[in-house]
């Protein structure tokens, strides 16, 4: 391709709606436009990566057994209403673009895909026989995130590949997963991506089975915790991890101290001189149903603690039929306004106790379930002689026990939120490490949750009718696009890997009015490309300076100039990378490259 034929327009100043790197360069270089929040026009260097990152998905996906297919962005609200999801991914915080069509049916664009293709399994899927299958599509997926961002990396409408499988029992599950945990493995590595792959969290559907593939650099929305020696990693959502041993209780007395302004769990332990080991912390909670009661949720922990939102969302998703639900919808630390529509009188903030009397809550507030739901981490349970709130501003009481002056909550939990230093279950000398990734895929073992709520079954061998297992398998590919360049640039621009880079090769003309070098360029472009080798010529009326800094910019993994050296015969190499550049006799350019480009894609 001629760049004079192109729409090539490049910025040489950082655009202000960037903050990342691989944002404001892939701005820069012209390979996409905003057109609204999150929504995104893919440009003719962007769409070329994006193919080649889709062909290498398709390769990998297709060395499993997997089908591919398309299906539809338009989704039947009845589908959802089926699995239950509808009013999750609608309503409140969820992402899932929803309308009403001219026949007054409620219609969503697709955020992912399980429904439908439950429903094809439902309809088509009757015999042991027909398994295991595996089914998957590249497209265009819709999320209204609440906070699209970075570009590509959290758009509103991107691409994904996602794929879905059937089977007989976990066992043939098992199998697939362990196939797309190494085709996934294989995608990544061929895309020339540093990754890790972790533990995930599998949300309320539980189950063990789920890992994401993270792009490993400091932009990354994700925290992955892992050990040096190679045995542990996992999305700090989902991480365990030993927690520091408590400092025994100087406290051997139940007393009642004044203990004025201590409202955090640091302003206390310096006031009293004790560890934050030695304290109960209690954090309330605002936990809203879709039944549309809230629980007022009391969690007890120990102080020098946090909590993992993510596991406690998952115990109580647990607990939804006993507010008359079936999911949790949203879940908050709720500030003084929303206090206020339950609270009697004002609530002790930072002075809670364990047993902060249900009396708090107004009998009159009907959408609020009149007694707190009272759980303990099991880090606080093993405390002895604690420190901890007294339900009255200013003060605490030390020397407090479980059984004594307070009662342990029934529901013992674990959503302590494991952190960078603490050590490993499988080997406590290894302490936790902490690094940023960009989750670039993920897969699940789903189960039958699905399955089961859309009445997807088949007929095993002894002719009985089976909910179906599941898996699904995700990979954001326009995400992935813009993570290699997160992993890969320099001051001057892009060094796009040269498996999925635009194009392999660029022939730049420094001075168009000059005959000779617009000869050898043209001689050189068309050989390198008849060698199969994709090349842009740079044919523009531009000065040399601004050729070589786009050049640059956009990140082509090889350049070739036809300047000063001609007269020797010679073109000058440059090797966008490690920058290394020679004089190259013009008969040995074609083969040198196409000999490097192999090497690069090899490895
Ligand atoms: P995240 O936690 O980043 O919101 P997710 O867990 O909701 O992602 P999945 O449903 O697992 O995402 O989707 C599979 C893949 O699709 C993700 O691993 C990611 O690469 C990509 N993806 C998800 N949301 C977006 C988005 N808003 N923009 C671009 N890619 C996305
Ligand atoms: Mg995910």
Redesign the pocket.
């Known amino acids: 391709m001629r760049l004079s034929q192109m729409l090539f327009v490049t910025l040489r100043e950082d655009p202000a709606e960037a903050e990342i790197p691989s944002h404001k360069l892939l701005l820069r270089a012209g390979y996409f436009r905003r057109i609204a929040s ?1 929504v995104y026009a893919y440009l003719p260097l962007l769409w070329r990566v994006l193919g080649k990152v889709s062909k290498i998905v398709r390769e990998e996906m297709d060395a499993t057994g997997a089908q591919e297919c398309l299906l539809p962005q338009l989704q039947p609200a009845e589908l959802w209403q089926e699995s239950g999801r509808w009013e999750t991914y609608t309503k409140a915080e969820g992402i899932m673009f929803s309308l009403v069509d001219r026949r007054e049916q409620s219609m969503g664009l697709g ?2 895909h399980e429904e439908v293709i439950t429903a094809i399994a439902r309809d088509m899927i009757r015999s042991y026989r027909q398994l295991p299958l595996h089914l998957y599509q590249l497209q265009t ?1 819709f ?1 209204d ?1 609440i906070r ?1 961002r970075f570009g ?5 409408e ?3 590949k ?1 794929g879905y499988s059937f089977h007989p029992d976990r066992e043939s599950l098992k199998k697939t997963y362990q196939d797309m945990y190494t085709a996934y493995s294989n995608m990544l590595r061929r895309c020339g991506l540093t990754f890790r792959a972790v533990e995930a969290d599998s949300g309320a559907i539980g189950g063990s089975g789920s890992h ?2 993270m792009v490993l650099a400091e932009a990354g ?2 925290e992955v915790l892992y050990t040096d020696d190679g045995q542990y990693a996992a999305n700090v959502e989902k991480a365990v991890s030993l927690a520091a041993d408590a400092v025994d209780s100087p406290f051997a007395a139940f007393t009642k101290l004044e203990t004025p302004n201590t409202p955090t769990i640091e302003s206390l332990a310096e006031f009293l001189k004790c560890s934050p080991t030695q304290i109960v912390k209690n954090v309330l909670y605002h936990a809203g149903y879709d039944s549309g009661v809230t629980a007022l949720v009391l969690v007890n922990i120990r102080g020098d603690q946090e909590v993992n939102e993510v596991k406690l969302q998952n115990e109580l998703s647990k607990l939804a039929a006993e507010y008359g639900g079936n999911t949790l919808l949203t879940l908050e630390v709720p500030d003084e306004t929303a206090q206020k529509q339950w609270a009697a009188k004002a609530l002790p903030l930072g002075y809670l106790s364990p047993g902060l009397s249900d009396e708090y809550i107004q009998p009159q507030a009907k959408a609020f379930a009149p007694k707190f739901l009272r759980l303990v981490d099991q880090t606080a349970v093993e405390l002895k002689n604690f420190v901890t709130g007294s339900d009255r501003s200013g003060y605490h009481v030390v020397g407090a026990n479980w059984g004594e002056q307070f009662e342990l909550p029934q529901q013992v939990v674990n959503v302590r939120k494991a952190q960078a230093g603490d050590r490993a279950v499988h080997d406590p000398s290894q302490t936790l490490q902490t690094a940023r990734g ?5 897969i ?1 073992q789903l189960g039958t949750k699905y399955s089961q709520a859309l009445g997807a079954t088949y007929t095993s061998e002894a002719g009985e009718e089976i909910p179906l297992v599941m898996g699904c398998y ?3 590919v ?3 696009a813009q993570a290699a360049v997160e992993q890969s640039y320099d001051k001057d621009g892009i060094i796009w890997p040269v498996a999925i880079a635009p194009y392999q090769a660029i022939v730049v003309i420094p001075n168009i009015a000059d005959e000779q070098q617009v000869e050898a360029a043209e001689k050189l472009y068309s050989d390198l490309n008849a060698a199969g080798i994709e090349t842009l010529l740079d044919d523009r009326n531009e000065r040399a300076g601004v050729k070589f800094k786009d050049a640059d910019l956009i990140g082509i993994p090889f350049r070739v100039v036809t300047g000063r050296s001609l007269k020797d015969g010679k073109v000058e190499v440059v090797q966008r990378a490690s920058r290394a550049s020679s004089d190259m006799l013009i008969a040995e350019v074609v083969t040198t490259l196409r000999q490097w480009i192999d090497d690069a894609l090899d490895s």
Not at 152 to 156: F, N, P
């Open positions: 999150g955020p992912t997926k999320r995130e699209p590509l990396m959290r758009g509103r991107f691409i994904m996602d994401e593939f929305e994700d960009i989750e670039i895929g993920h699940f995700g990979v954001g326009s995400r992935l």
